[in-house]
């Protein structure tokens, strides 16, 4: 059992001192704006075309320039494209949106936000989320749902996950002093500006509780140290289009702690991309076997449970090939003295 300490941790909240600019905010500087008069009705093969008028590009230079991305697209391809004859859903034809935006110098999102919803295909469709889709995930009355309390109804629900990287670093009292994640987003409709994050820590009577972000802008944050956790609000500086990505970094570092930490775990409510977590152990605390595994949701059984090796670093890390909505876990177990 856990007891917290007399005095609340010290919590602090910071961005980063030098902040990069973020590369979709940046226009080509000898581009002129395009002169089209974008509506709620235009078309994105409209637009396309005349893009292509104003820039003067044959589409056999766009298929170039797409390949100096490292993006192949056909000629009948864009040229079906150009005259709104297919949708375009396939992960490498949304990438190759997003490149033709920059080839085109186009404003962010000027295509992209053109898309027709998309029609179901595989599992790594990014839908509106509602409450049931995290209730299935979470379970009934969750942790997440009770530090949200009546905004839990609205979680996240005009954002979608599609990269997360995470990696932890613990201490030589085996306890996990840093927490870093990079994560990659698509806004599910018009309008999406933060993200709010839940992070559940092991023992509320830390010493201090630092948040940097590093990519975005800070929000509120919260410490609920009856439910052992800090509630994050990650700002991305404007309002997304729907479709539209965007980058959010930022870092968790805990005071010092007495309470050993054993297991991490990553919860979704959508099928991802890609799911990595790092792990650095101290050398000087070392486990005795780590593992992976996977549940559809909170209190459901293990599955897919893999035996993770160390590496020259002392750290260990785990990247399924598949990730769906569920919860992804690793776990390690230390030694008896």
Not at 63 to 85: C, D, F, K, N, V
Not at 198 to 213: G, L, N, Q, R
Not at 262 to 272: A, S
Request: hydrophobic residues 40%.
């Amino acid at each position: 059992m856990i007891a917290a300490a007399g005095a609340p941790p010290r919590l602090l909240v910071r961005a980063n001192a030098t902040p990069l600019a973020d590369p979709e905010d940046v226009a080509p500087a000898t581009a002129a704006p395009l002169t089209t008069h974008i509506t709620p009705a235009t078309s994105f093969a409209a637009v396309f075309r005349e893009a292509l008028r104003q820039r003067g590009l044959p589409l056999e230079r766009v298929r170039e320039r797409l390949e100096a991305h490292g993006i192949r697209i056909s000629l009948a391809t864009l040229s079906y494209w150009q005259r709104g004859r297919s949708q375009r859903e396939r992960a490498q034809s949304l990438r190759a949106v997003d490149a033709l935006e920059d080839i085109l110098a186009l404003p962010t999102g000027a295509l992209r936000s053109l898309l027709g919803r998309h029609r179901p295909r595989g599992r790594a469709v990014c839908e509106l989320q509602d409450l049931s889709a995290s209730q299935r995930v979470f379970g009934e009355n969750s942790t997440v749902e009770q530090a949200l309390g009546a905004a839990f109804a609205h979680f996240n629900e005009d954002l979608c996950s599609v990269v997360i990287r995470e990696t932890l670093r613990l201490d030589e009292r085996r306890c996990i002093r840093s927490t870093s994640v990079h994560q990659l987003l698509r806004a599910t409709r018009d309008g999406a500006s933060r993200l709010t994050v839940v992070h559940c820590i092991d023992d509320t009577a830390t010493e201090s509780i630092d948040v940097i972000v590093r990519c975005g802008k800070p929000g509120s944050v919260r410490f609920l140290p009856e439910l052992r956790c800090i509630i994050i609000e990650v700002l991305l500086g404007r309002e997304l289009a729907r479709n539209e990505t965007a980058v959010i970094d930022y870092e968790v570092l805990l005071g010092p702690s007495n309470v050993p930490s054993t297991h991490h775990e990553r919860r979704t409510r959508v099928h991802l991309s890609e799911y990595m977590l790092h792990v650095y152990f101290h050398p000087d605390a070392l486990p005795a076997g780590c593992h992976r595994y996977y549940r559809e949701r909170i209190g459901a059984e293990k599955r897919n449970s893999r035996r993770l090796a160390r590496d020259v670093s002392h750290s260990a890390h785990m990247l399924p090939i598949r990730c769906p909505a569920g919860v992804h876990d690793m776990s390690w177990e230390w030694p008896t003295d």
